[in-house]
């Protein structure tokens, strides 16, 4: 089975090809790789666009057009496959991104050619959870503005809203899925009540992990700390706006791990602005990265990351194995 990995600067070619040679046995083959050109920054800009427009919206892969001639399988990450790539690799057979959106694939396209699009669940959810808890403990301790102010010469010990802690407190999930219940397990130690809203998952499966199930109105009202996982939707787009915010205690925290898309942003910046609650920790943006100019780079009560919650070591390694493991079973007969 010829198979073209495709590498970016977030999982290199060869993590695939190792998992591979594992997975497959050392007579799979052949493959071959070609890496995706631009930096680290411009990839990440690329996915950015392409998760909001479709692998169209970027400038067409022409080292991948060139080098996708013998493809049977397509192995990668972040990298565009419009119709420009399937039209130059007439054998394709499958598609296997090493995530679960399938943002940079021409579905349709891929559809009419009757080639299979796979992505991969759950590869991150364990440094995705991680995050959250980095984020809720630098925000509610404010550990980002504490160092920052050493940084410059200060002490300062005066913030936006006192300290509080995960311990004791009622933290809410809006989303169960893998992040979800990685995060859940991971604040065990912490021993917060855990309220949860996803219709998806049934009450038994959230005693397991010693939460129990709220509406959205409940959660919103009733949290401390309140951290956004869900997936995107057409049902749920920027279904988080002021009327949930609104519900939430002057003292609670709002984190977001998950897509931009499922909030209105500038209704979470009024109610920041406005001090109507304590603050915000943020991993994910409708702008990426954030303007120069950028509004939010200028309160006082939100902690930013740049878009990375999914982004270690670890994670990239098991997206390249879980990778390798979809095209593992294909090839069998």
């Known amino acids: 089975m010829h198979t073209l990995v495709i590498g970016d600067?977030?999982?290199?070619?060869?993590?695939?090809?190792?998992?591979?040679?594992?997975?497959?046995?050392?007579?799979?083959?052949?493959?071959?790789?070609v890496q995706w050109a631009g930096d680290k920054a411009a990839q990440h800009e690329a996915q950015q666009r392409m998760e909001w427009e479709g692998p169209d919206a970027v400038p067409v892969p022409e080292e991948i057009v060139a080098a996708a001639a013998e493809a049977e399988v397509?192995?990668?990450?972040?990298?565009p496959v419009p119709t420009?790539?399937?039209?130059?690799?007439?054998?394709?057979?499958?598609?296997?991104?090493?995530r679960a959106g399938l943002e940079n694939v021409d579905l349709a396209a891929a559809k009419e050619r009757g080639i299979e699009v796979m992505g991969v669940a759950g590869r991150n959810a364990s440094a995705v959870a991680e995050l959250s808890i980095g984020l809720m403990l630098s925000e509610a301790r404010d550990i980002a503005r504490a160092d920052a102010s050493i940084k410059a010469g200060g002490w300062r010990k005066q913030f936006p809203a006192p300290g509080q802690e995960i311990s004791g407190s009622t933290v809410g999930l809006v989303g169960f899925g893998h992040v979800g219940r990685h995060l859940a397990r991971k604040l065990s130690g912490f021993a917060p009540r855990l309220l949860v809203h996803d219709p998806f998952v049934y009450e038994e499966e959230l005693a397991e992990y010693g939460a129990q199930a709220a509406s959205m109105e409940e959660v919103f009202a009733q949290a401390d700390f309140l951290s956004v996982?869900?997936?995107?939707?057409?049902?749920?787009?920027?279904?988080?706006?002021?009327?949930?915010?609104g519900l939430m205690k002057p003292s609670a925290y709002f984190l977001n791990v998950g897509r931009s898309r499922l909030?209105?942003?500038e209704d979470l910046y009024q109610v920041l602005a406005a001090g109507r609650i304590a603050g915000a920790a943020l991993d994910v943006y409708d702008e990426e990265p954030l303007p120069v100019d950028s509004p939010w780079r200028k309160l006082d009560n939100v902690t930013l990351t740049p878009h990375y919650a999914g982004d270690t070591l670890a994670t990239n390694r098991t997206s390249a194995r879980l990778v390798a493991e979809r095209i593992a079973a294909l090839a069998q007969p």
């Open 263 to 265: 909030v209105r942003y």
């Open 229 to 245: 996982q869900a997936r995107v939707t057409p049902d749920n787009e920027r279904f988080i706006g002021a009327e949930l915010l």
């Open 9 to 33: 600067h977030f999982i290199p070619a060869e993590y695939y090809v190792d998992a591979l040679g594992v997975a497959c046995g050392p007579n799979f083959g052949p493959v071959r790789t």
């Open 74 to 79: 397509l192995a990668l990450h972040f990298a």
């Open 84 to 98: 420009a790539v399937m039209d130059a690799a007439p054998n394709l057979k499958a598609v296997a991104v090493a």
